[in-house]
């Protein structure tokens, strides 16, 4: 398992980029632009990156191709196709999108139809139709797991993978998007052993977030800084490193450097506490 999170610091070539990596103790990382990139600027990041061994940990498609709206569907379709594309060409481990949502005013949002038989139909039509569309060989398109979508559960994911049937297709584990109730909050570290019981051999990246349960009523279930939170960092780690390969473990939704530097911290004294590397 490699961590990885944003950049903070200044760079202005591949250089100075594997620096900055580096310096902020990572072993993984995105590339800092996209698929419209020059071929001699991508050649140079990749170079480097095997070199200092960095893994190209993502590429993400965000987009909605679930649309109710047929024309901003297709657009998303073909944005996620030229992602994983990209993905597959710059050697990526996944790219990754959510399944998208039936909302038509939040691309991400909850909608009283996303957990219809119709819209995991349209799931397993999409996502054949995006991975279809590219055949790739090395990178995987994942769907994040979701609070308020199709996949949210171990056994929702694992639907799917039989649905789509697809070699690429994988996983893309976001434990603490499916905390979304008082049992899996109280009881994470069983939540993320059935996770990684069920769903292990097909995870290609993970994000690392905490949460915190409030005591308010009726409901308040919040993301935090690793560290912060209630989510079983030990069990997480430990699962993590029983996987085949090395899987990208993400830093992601907070605000600063300092945020990013303690979340690190806290996961890599975790990582020290259980005996692993990170």
């Known amino acids: 398992m490699r961590l990885l999170g944003p950049l903070f610091a200044k760079f202005c070539d591949a250089a100075s980029w594997a620096g900055a990596i580096k310096g902020a103790g990572y072993a993984a990382a995105n590339l800092p632009f996209d698929r419209n990139t020059p071929d001699h600027q991508v050649a140079a990041y990749l170079e480097i990156a095997a070199r200092q061994d960095i893994m190209i940990a993502e590429v993400g498609a965000w987009s909605n191709p ?33 399944a998208g949502s039936r909302n038509p005013k939040k691309w991400d949002g909850p909608h009283a139809d996303n957990f219809s038989s119709d819209t995991f139909d349209l799931i397993v039509e999409t996502t054949r139709k995006i991975i279809d569309a590219v055949k790739p060989r090395r990178a995987f398109y994942t769907l994040e797991t979701m609070p308020w979508i199709f996949p949210s559960s171990p056994d929702e994911y694992l639907a799917l993978l039989r649905a789509i049937d697809r070699p690429a297709f994988g996983v893309h584990l976001d434990p ?12 994470t570290g069983d939540f993320l052993r059935e996770c990684f019981a069920k769903l292990g051999p097909f995870i290609r990246g993970c994000h690392a977030k905490d949460i915190i349960l409030r005591d ?12 912060l939170g209630i989510l079983d960092y030990g069990v997480f780690l430990r699962e993590l490193s029983k996987l085949d390969g ?15 530097s303690a979340a690190a911290a806290h996961v890599r004294k975790v990582a020290v506490r259980e005996g692993l590397v990170l």
């Open 176 to 187: 603490v998007n499916m905390i979304n109730c008082p049992e899996r909050a109280y009881r």
């Open 216 to 227: 308010s009523l009726t409901l308040h279930l919040d993301e935090c800084q690793p560290g």
């Open 246 to 260: 090395e899987i990208p473990l993400v830093l992601e939704h907070l605000k600063t450097e300092e945020e990013y």
């Open 66 to 98: 679930i649309d109710p709206d047929p024309l901003k569907a297709a657009q998303a379709i073909v944005n996620c196709q030229e992602n994983l594309a990209w993905a597959e060409r710059i050697g990526a481990k996944c790219c990754v999108n959510i």
